[in-house]
């Protein structure tokens, strides 16, 4: 036998059972199929503002205009005669009176041992804060002026059997918030506006792309080979074939199939899944950007990056200014968007803001040095590659001063298996690739390529990272004989980006978490 969740023999879920049973007794349906609202409470507070529509002592003359408003009972007082409400719609509120003698309620028959109860009374007696209900009636304004509606007929549109969350106590727990987020959004406007910024920023990155006659496709989410960056991947089994399977780490490896096949501008806005840490700025699903066109290098993809982020700031602020609040002392910046950007090789920004110039270290020193920090794995530092002690030093000495949007250009070979060496033979040499990130406010928000296309160079660097991986790091790709088939097939020079679209969510609304702007965010189980 199942057993119930404790709430069901909580008093207040066992009174609302109590009182849904009366109210279908009562030959009114708490759960009808359909409710067309005329108005939205915005809709009335806009169209309404400046209009004459009768005051409180004419109340139930009032407007000759009928308007049908539906949403959430958030706060109910009786006043004898009169009851006054607020109804909570996903616009805001709007106030309604229901009056004792010209209320009605929608299929109200009153049982005989209940005859002297009027519509009025069952309204008192039966709703609940937290209810959906419809309520038709016409406007007026309240001696302190403010915009009512006065309720001929209530309608009940779903009888709630908990109780919404007291504001102040119940959904004081951030975490608590996170994980019942559908209470948050019904007590706190501002989370639900939110969230409505992300899906009009997401709207406006879409049409930025479709304004540069860009395709934007779909691809698989599960693979057989998973690739396109260093992770460890989450996995599943496919049964019909008994095949291991994995959920995409990036999108990149079918988008540059596509390339090949002669779509030569296409993006892809999707959720990828990687089997690593959670904190603030990581989540095991997230939603990722991936962009590639062919003809651009990594030069005509900074400018395309920055010009989106510009457009983006001006759409939401009216100008390239993004307030950004820092969550330990404070204080509020702006954080500037304007195009061109300032642009550093990793190489003279660790030399800039660490005050170090790595081409006159050692290998040694370099693992000394970031022994020393306090901030790298000791037992990784004794494999690293000198590339990758170059990126671990970029990483303590300088990400941390990259406040202002900064593209930090040339980095080294090992950091990536799928771009493109670098076409100056001096910086070829030293074993660099055309490879920039993003950053601002200290978080890399953009990783971009002059993609790889020369076969050869691809084998051996997917075949260096299947090493990696025999030999135990989870987060090396494995061999895509695949991919580099189709490379063989000839792809053209490419640029190609990917942002994480979560946190520039979180940039874009002053967010301190990337659990703030997703709408069900991974939380342990309780």
Known sequence: MTTLPDYHHQEEFQNRKRKLAEIRQNQVEPYPHKYIPTHTALNLQQDFNEVDVGHSDDAAAGTTLSVRVSGRLVLFRSMGKNAFAHLQDET????????RDATQVTGYVPQEKEAEISPYKFIEKKF????????????????????????????????????LADKHGGLADKELRYRKRWLDLISHPEVAQLFRTRSHIMQQIRAYFQHHHYLEVETPILQSIYGGAEA??????????????????????????????????????????????????????????????AYWDYHDMMTFVEKLFERLAFDLYGSSLVPYTSPESGETIHIDM?????????????????????????????????????????????????????????????????????????????????????????????????????????????????????????RELLEKQGQRRDAGDEEASPLDEEFIEAICQGMPPTGGIGIGIDRLMMIMTNSHSIRDVLYFPWMKPV
């Open 232 to 293: 460890r991947p989450f996995k599943t089994i496919l049964n019909a074939l008994d095949q291991e399977m994995y959920l995409r780490i990036s999108l990149e490896i079918p988008l540059k199939k596509l390339i090949v096949g002669g779509m030569h501008r296409i993006y892809e806005m999707g959720r990828v899944f990687r089997n690593e840490g959670i904190d603030r700025n990581h989540n095991p699903e997230f939603t990722l950007l991936e962009a590639y066109a």
């Open 128 to 163: 609940d804060l937290g209810d959906i209900i419809g309520v038709e009636g016409h406007l007026f304004r309240t001696q302190k002026g403010e915009l009512t509606i006065f309720a001929k007929e209530a309608t009940m549109l779903c009888k709630t059997l908990l109780p």
């Open 338 to 458: 304007k195009a061109p950007w300032k642009r550093m090789s990793m190489k003279e920004s660790i030399k800039y803001y660490g005050k170090v110039d790595v081409d006159q270290l050692s290998d040694e020193q370099m693992r000394h040095m970031l022994k020393e920090s306090g901030h790298c794995d000791l037992k990784k530092l004794v494999n690293l590659s000198r590339g990758l002690l170059i990126a671990a030093l970029f990483e303590v000495l300088v990400e941390q001063h990259l406040i202002q949007p900064h593209h930090i250009y040339d980095h080294p070979i090992e950091t990536t298996p799928l771009c493109k060496p670098h076409r100056d033979p001096k910086l070829r040499a030293e074993g660099l690739v055309e490879r920039f990130e993003s950053f601002v406010i200290s978080q890399e928000i953009c990783n971009a390529y002059s993609e790889l296309n020369d076969p050869e160079i691809q």
């Open 92 to 99: 805001g509120r709007i106030q309604i009176m229901f009056n």
